[in-house]
C-alpha cells in the first residue's frame, strides 16, 4: 500500500506573509528595471514555481521560451511600437494623452524576457471537454505563480500585452499549433511601488469588495 506524507499544514505567520506578497505584487514597466544580472538559481525557483501551477487535467499545457538576445528583444519590441501606435487611437481626449506618457512595458531594460505559450493536446483534456478555454488558463495559473515567486525574491515583472501574438511567434520560430499566453520581462528594480502604478496615476481606482462580489445570485 502507497504510504501517503502528512499533509502540510500552514501557520498564521505564515499565511501573512503570502498575504504580503500577494498584495505587493506589481507590474514593473522598464523605466525601473536594473541591468543586473539575474542569477540562474532564481530563475530556476521562478520555473518551479510555474510547473507547480494547478492545470486542467493535469494536462500541464505550457512552454516556456527565455530571450536574453538584444536582436530577438529589438524584434519583439518592433511589434509592440507598432500595437502601441494603433492602441492610442482607441483612447480619446484626456486618456490619449495620459496613455502616451506612459511607460509600458520592459523589453529591453530587462536582462530576461520569458514568452509563455499554451500547448494544446491533440486529444480530449479531462475538465476542458465543456470550457476549451480552461487550458489557456491553465497557463495563466502557471503565469500568476511566476509572478508571485518572483516577488516573493524581489525580482520585478512585467506582463506587456500590447503585442502582435503572431508576430511574436514568427520571432520566436514557434510552432504552428503554440498560442502566445504571456510576454514577462523580469529584472531586479529600483522600486516596488507600495500601490499598483496606474492606481498612483489615477489611470483606473481600485475596486472595493462590495463592488464585485454577489452573494448567491446575479438580481
Not at 502528512?6 to 523605466?31: C, M, S, W, Y
Not at 514555481?49 to 528583444?73: M, N
Not at 506612459?102 to 479531462?126: M, Q, R
Amino acid at each position: 500500500m502507497e504510504e501517503i506524507s502528512p499533509q502540510r499544514l500552514f501557520t498564521a505567520k505564515e499565511q501573512e506573509l503570502l498575504e504580503e506578497i500577494l498584495i505587493h505584487r506589481r507590474d514593473v514597466r522598464g523605466n525601473h528595471f536594473l541591468n543586473t544580472p539575474i542569477p540562474q538559481e532564481a530563475i530556476d525557483t521562478i520555473l518551479q514555481a510555474a510547473l507547480a501551477a494547478p492545470s486542467v487535467g493535469f494536462s500541464q499545457p505550457w512552454e516556456f521560451v527565455l530571450i536574453r538576445d538584444q536582436k530577438t528583444k529589438q524584434a519583439v519590441k518592433e511589434t509592440f511600437a507598432e500595437e502601441t501606435a494603433h492602441a492610442v487611437t482607441q483612447f480619446t481626449d484626456q486618456k490619449q494623452k495620459e496613455y502616451i506618457q506612459l511607460k509600458l512595458e520592459g523589453i529591453l531594460e530587462s536582462p530576461l524576457n520569458i514568452a509563455v505559450f499554451y500547448t494544446p493536446k491533440d486529444g480530449p483534456v479531462l475538465g476542458q471537454t465543456s470550457m476549451p478555454d480552461m487550458g489557456k488558463y491553465s497557463v495563466v495559473c502557471a503565469i500568476q505563480n511566476m509572478w508571485l515567486m518572483a516577488r516573493s525574491l524581489n525580482i520585478g515583472m512585467g506582463w506587456v500585452s500590447i503585442l502582435d501574438p503572431e508576430k511574436v511567434k514568427k520571432v520566436l520560430k514557434a510552432p504552428e499549433k503554440n498560442q502566445l499566453i504571456g510576454y514577462l520581462c523580469f529584472g531586479y528594480t529600483d522600486m516596488f511601488y507600495n500601490q499598483p502604478e496606474l492606481e498612483l496615476k489615477k489611470w483606473n481606482r481600485k475596486k472595493l469588495q462590495n463592488e464585485v462580489v454577489i452573494q448567491e445570485k446575479y438580481k
